[in-house]
C-alpha cells in the first residue's frame, strides 16, 4: 500500500507516518513546515518505504505513481497556531483539502479527513454524536478552525456524491503524546512545561470547563480502523473519560511532583463548555475504544518532557 499523509511533519502525521511504516506501507508525507517539523519524521528517514517532501497543499497537489490513499492531516491545530495562521488556516481547510481529494480521485485511492472535535463547536448536547449538527461561531476568532473543517466535511462529501470517491471523515478529540509543542497552546504541554519548570500553571477561567483526553497511540489505532474500513464516517475517535480543566492540571502537577502554583488566567472567547465524544459508532463498527488510561497517558507525555528539557527552556 502507497498512503500519502499531508502534514505527515506535524503532530499527529509524524505518529501515523511511524505506524504505517511498521505497517508495511510506503508512506510520503508532504509538509509546509508551517507547524510541523522536518525533525518530527528525521528518524524515519531510513527507511526505504518512506520519502519526506516540502510542499504547500494549498497550493498544489502532484504525486507521481500509484496511490492507494490520502491522508488529509494538513493544518494548524492548536489555537496559538491557528489565531496566529487564521488565513493559511482556512486556505488548508478549503483548497488544501480540495487538492488532497482531487489526488485521490486521480488516483483512486481511498481519502480520509483528519476533522476534529471542534466541529461540535460550544456544544448544547451532551456527550456529542455524530449526528449532533454543532454550535459553532462562524465569526468569532475560532471560527477559522472550527469552520475551515466544517468546510472540509462538506466539501469531503461533495466528491463521495458527485464523484464516487472512497471517502471516510474522522473526527478527533484533544490528543496528547510525545512531540508536542509546549508553546502549541493546549493545556497539556503548556501545564506540563509550567510544572516542569517551576512557573505558575495557569488555568482558564475557573477551570471547570471539561476535556476528554486520549493518547495518541489510541488515537492512531483508531484512525487505521477506520481507514481500512468502508465506513465514510464521520466518526468520532476520542476518550470518553471526561475531565474538569482544573482536575487536569491538578493531576499534572501531582505526577510530576511539582511545587508550582496553580493560578486562573481570563477565559479564551468562545472556549467550549464541554466536551466529551459518545464513541458508540467506533466500538459496534471498529471494535476500537481507547486502551491507555487517563494517568498512564499524562504520565507518558510527561517522560517526553522530562527527556527533552531543550524543549522547554
Not at 496559538?80 to 488548508?92: A, F, G, N, R, S
Not at 463547536?121 to 476568532?141: L, R, S
Not at 471517502?167 to 506540563?192: Q, S, Y
Not at 471539561?210 to 474500513?229: A, C, K
Request: net charge negative; charged share 20%; proline share 7%.
Amino acid at each position: 500500500m502507497r498512503t500519502v499523509v499531508t502534514g505527515g511533519a506535524g503532530f499527529l502525521g509524524s505518529h501515523l507516518c511511524e505506524r504505517l511504516l511498521a505497517d508495511g506501507h510506503e508512506v510520503l508525507a508532504l509538509d509546509n513546515f508551517l507547524t510541523g517539523t522536518p525533525a518530527n519524521v528525521a528518524h524515519l528517514l531510513e527507511h526505504d518505504a518512506f520519502r519526506r517532501v516540502k510542499a504547500d497543499v494549498s497550493d498544489y497537489v502532484h504525486v507521481p505513481g500509484p496511490v492507494d490513499q490520502v491522508m488529509h492531516f494538513a493544518s494548524p491545530a492548536s489555537p496559538i497556531d491557528y489565531l496566529q495562521l487564521p488565513i493559511e488556516t482556512m486556505k488548508v481547510g478549503s483548497t488544501g483539502t480540495l487538492h488532497a481529494l482531487g489526488l485521490a480521485k486521480e488516483k483512486g485511492a481511498r481519502f480520509l479527513l483528519a476533522s476534529t472535535s471542534e466541529t461540535y463547536g460550544d456544544p448544547q448536547v451532551h456527550p456529542q454524536p455524530e449526528t449532533y449538527w454543532g454550535h459553532v461561531n462562524p465569526v468569532g476568532p475560532r471560527g477559522v478552525y472550527d469552520e475551515a473543517k466544517r468546510h472540509a466535511e462538506a466539501l469531503t462529501m461533495a466528491y463521495r456524491r458527485t464523484h464516487d470517491v472512497d471517502t471516510a471523515i474522522l473526527r478527533i478529540f484533544n490528543t496528547h503524546g510525545p512531540r508536542m509543542r509546549p508553546n502549541d497552546g493546549r493545556a497539556i504541554p503548556a501545564f506540563t512545561s509550567q510544572a516542569l519548570t517551576g512557573k505558575p500553571i495557569t488555568v482558564a477561567g475557573d477551570g471547570s470547563q471539561t476535556r476528554s483526553i486520549i493518547y495518541v497511540d489510541d488515537l492512531v489505532e483508531g484512525i487505521l480502523r477506520l481507514l481500512r474500513s468502508d465506513l465514510p464516517g464521520p466518526v468520532n475517535i476520542g476518550n470518553p473519560h471526561e475531565v474538569s480543566v482544573l482536575h487536569l492540571a491538578e493531576t499534572i502537577k501531582r505526577l510530576t511532583g511539582s511545587d508550582s502554583e496553580i493560578v486562573f488566567i481570563e477565559r479564551p472567547v468562545d472556549d467550549p463548555s464541554i466536551r466529551q465524544p459518545d464513541i458508540s459508532l467506533a466500538k459496534r463498527e471498529l471494535g476500537w475504544e481507547p486502551q491507555v488510561g487517563f494517568e498512564d497517558g499524562l504520565s507518558r507525555t510527561i517522560a517526553y518532557f522530562r527527556e527533552h528539557p531543550s524543549l522547554i527552556g
